[in-house]
């Protein structure tokens, strides 16, 4: 198994910048791909950074040129550099690693972007 917990979620002005973490532990060894998603109130959960065991990344759209994921072999340790953060960035950010056959989520940390 794998277990994953996420933090850094806060609330901050619209331009501004945050870094989400998201530690995992147990078989680490077995993860092969790991992901940011995002699930804003009323709406479905979605991509929105990811980054395979080889190190190639893909960004939804929305955060292309903004956001960036990257990770530390050596802690164990997912990152999500969000910058000129907009309201629409507002959700519950969720990390979320594959190994194996299965999958595994963190319990989410809020980021919430208002003046």
């Known amino acids: 198994q794998v277990q994953l917990a996420e933090s850094g979620g806060d609330l901050v002005q619209p331009g501004g910048s945050l870094r989400l973490s998201c530690v995992a532990s147990?078989?680490?060894?077995?993860?092969?791909?790991m992901g940011w998603y995002r699930q804003a109130p009323g709406q479905q959960r979605e991509s929105v950074a990811t980054i395979t065991s080889e190190g190639s990344t893909n960004y939804a759209d929305s955060v292309k040129g903004r956001f960036t994921i990257s990770r530390d072999n050596a802690k164990n340790t997912l990152y999500l550099q969000m910058n000129s953060l907009k309201p629409e960035d507002t959700a519950v950010y969720y990390c979320?690693?594959?190994?194996?056959?299965?999958?595994?989520w963190g319990q989410g940390t809020q980021v919430t972007v208002s003046s």
């Open positions: 147990g078989n680490i060894a077995s993860i092969y791909f």
């Open positions: 979320k690693a594959n190994f194996a056959l299965f999958t595994s």
